[in-house]
C-alpha cells in the first residue's frame, strides 16, 4: 500500500488544504493551494488555486498560478491564470488564456549579456592559438 | 476512469470533500467534513472532523463525529467521539469512547 498513489475521484469536490503530497492525480473539482512533486489534472478534473511541482500534467481545467519544471498541456486542456514554466508542451488544441512565463536562472541571463561583451576577447584568444 | 479517491499515506487535507456518489479510502491525513458513499479509514490513518456516509469502515485514529448507516469499526481503530449509525459492529480489539447513538 506504501506506493499508492493519491486521487481525487470524478464525482469528489474538496476545498481546503492539501499538504505533504508527493504524486497527486486530480479527476474531481478542487479548490486549494498544492506543492508536489508530480500532479496529474484529469480530462474530468477541475483545479483552482496555486501550484507549485516539478512535473504537471493537464488534461482538463486549471485556474490559478502555476510554477514547475516541466508542463505537458494535453489537447482538452483549458488553462487560466499564469503558467511559469521551465519545459513546455502544449498539444494542438490545447486552449490558453494566460500568461506564460519562461522562467530561467538570472546567473544564467547575465551569462548571456557577458557573452555578447566577451565575444571580441574570445576571437582574440582563438587568434592568438593560431 | 476511477471514482474512488485515495488519499495515500504521506498526503495531509484539510478542508471539506464531497464526493456524494462515491468511496473514499483514507490512508494518509484528513482534519474536516468528509462526505462520501462509502468510506474506509484504514489502520494508521488519522481522521479529524465530522464524517457522513452511507457505509463506513473505520480502521486508524478517528476523533470527532461520525454518522453512518451501516458502522464498521475494525480491531486496529481508535475511536475518541460521537457515533451514530442504525447498524454497528465493533471487532475484538477497537478502542471505542465516547457516545453511539441511531441515526432515525
Redesign the interface.
Known amino acids: 500500500m506504501a506506493n499508492k498513489q493519491a486521487v481525487l475521484g470524478s464525482g469528489a469536490r474538496f476545498t481546503g488544504k492539501i499538504s505533504n503530497a508527493k504524486s497527486i492525480e486530480i479527476n474531481g473539482y478542487v479548490e486549494a493551494d498544492l506543492t508536489t512533486e508530480k500532479v496529474t489534472i484529469g480530462s474530468t478534473g477541475k483545479f483552482i488555486g496555486a501550484v507549485d511541482s516539478d512535473l504537471v500534467v493537464i488534461a482538463g481545467e486549471y485556474e490559478g498560478k502555476m510554477q514547475a519544471e516541466s508542463v505537458w498541456l494535453t489537447e482538452t486542456s483549458r488553462i487560466s491564470g499564469e503558467v511559469h514554466y521551465k519545459s513546455l508542451q502544449m498539444d494542438r488544441g490545447a486552449a490558453l488564456n494566460c500568461r506564460v512565463v519562461h522562467n530561467w536562472n538570472e546567473t544564467n541571463s547575465q551569462k548571456v549579456d557577458e557573452n555578447d561583451q566577451n565575444d571580441d576577447e574570445v576571437l582574440e584568444e582563438q587568434t592568438n592559438e593560431k | ?24 479510502v483514507l ?2 491525513r484528513f482534519k ?1 467534513e468528509l462526505r ?1 458513499k462509502d468510506v474506509l479509514l ?1 489502520a494508521n490513518s488519522i481522521f479529524d472532523g465530522n464524517l457522513v456516509a452511507d457505509k463506513v469502515t473505520l480502521g486508524g485514529f478517528v476523533k470527532g463525529e461520525v454518522s453512518a448507516n451501516t458502522l464498521n469499526v475494525a480491531s486496529s481503530a481508535k475511536v475518541e467521539g460521537n457515533l451514530k449509525t442504525n447498524a454497528l459492529s465493533i471487532d475484538l480489539g477497537a478502542e471505542v469512547s465516547g457516545s453511539i447513538t441511531r441515526i432515525s
Open positions: 476512469m476511477s471514482e474512488i479517491t485515495y488519499i495515500s499515506e504521506e498526503l495531509v487535507m484539510e478542508g471539506n470533500l464531497d464526493s456524494a456518489g462515491s468511496s473514499v490512508a494518509g474536516g462520501a484504514e
